[in-house]
């Protein structure tokens, strides 16, 4: 009598599919909405923390669609499994790729493209999964696990600090322009980059009409214009409603009188203060912030603890 082969037993994958997929969405949304996220505004660190969890959802979709794909087929079983290493680990690396900090300038002014980036960040992560469980079931969880360090590890390592635009050496290198006591003539000394009308340069030097008067208002708002004219400026901000991310030179070579004029300048041309308030700067104030030396990046720390975008 012939021996009874058992057919083998069916695993019902769907549970697991749609545990990853509503993972995915979780995912996703607390990415979309930075649910219990700092603010992704408030600097590059905190936006690299934002795009960890559109990585996340992303390669939670691609485990999904795989594992249901291939439920019940034996490994040996799927075609060409060596093709799919090759687009699993290169899907990894233009994610990395994405997030390198000079495609930030370009990015940050354009909103549209930005959203556009977050969602080829759930759309690459998902693709590589997706291909490296089809290379190796294992393999799915291993990059996906790789991808999500990896994002972390930029936002704590890697790309937090932009370099600078180029602009800002030529900047840096300009000769100081003495005021006489004058606000418009120190003001000089700020016109290549914010320009004569305060509007900056869009998607590079951020605004200071519009601007100035929510740091005027801010508690310890008028300490942080101080020193980010002495000791310079370098991280991801919002200006006008746009974000910015590159860095500022110190004018600390500036006397404090000619530091003050300008800040009273700004102030009183873009800050919204009444015709008859009183200058909300002195060159003792200047005097006082060059007791503490602070690099541009403590600066923009400041700028955060102080719940400025």
């Not at 019902?12 to 969405?25: D, E, H, K, Q």
Request: charge should be negative; aromatic fraction near 8%.
């Amino acid at each position: 009598m012939p021996e009874t082969i058992e057919p083998r037993a069916t695993v019902n994958a769907l549970p697991r599919v749609y545990l990853l997929l509503v993972l995915g969405v979780v995912a996703v949304a607390v990415g979309i909405f930075a649910i219990g996220l700092p603010d992704p505004h408030l600097s590059i660190r905190n936006h690299h923390i934002q795009h960890v969890f559109f990585i996340l959802g992303g390669g939670l979709y691609g485990l999904a669609l795989a594992m249901g794909l291939t439920a019940n087929k034996p490994g040996k079983a799927w075609p060409g499994r060596g093709v799919w290493l090759a687009p699993a680990l290169l899907a990894s690396l233009v994610v990395m790729v994405a997030m390198w900090p000079s495609t930030y300038s370009v990015i940050e002014a354009n909103p549209t493209l930005h959203a556009l980036q977050h969602g080829f960040y759930i759309v690459a992560s998902a693709v590589a999964t997706f291909c490296a469980y089809y290379f190796a079931r294992s393999a799915g969880w291993i990059v996906g696990g790789m991808q999500v360090v990896m994002a972390w590890a930029a936002a704590f390592g890697f790309g937090v600090n932009p370099g600078p635009s180029p602009l800002i050496a030529q900047v840096a290198a300009m000769p100081a322009v003495a005021s006489g006591g004058s606000g418009a003539a120190a003001y000089q000394n700020c016109v290549a980059c914010h320009m004569a009308d305060g509007g900056g340069m869009p998607g590079v030097f951020p605004p200071l009409a519009g601007h100035v008067p929510a740091l005027l208002a801010a508690d310890g708002g008028q300490e942080y214009m101080v020193r980010v004219v002495l000791y310079g400026l370098q991280g991801q901000i919002t200006a006008a409603g746009s974000s910015y991310a590159g860095a500022m030179p110190g004018w600390g070579h500036l006397s404090d009188d000619d530091l003050a004029a300008a800040l009273n300048h700004v102030s009183s041309t873009w800050g919204e203060l009444p015709a008859t308030a009183s200058a909300p700067f002195s060159a003792a104030d200047v005097q006082a912030a060059r007791g503490t030396q602070l690099t541009p990046q403590q600066v923009h720390e400041l700028r955060e603890g102080l719940g400025l975008p």
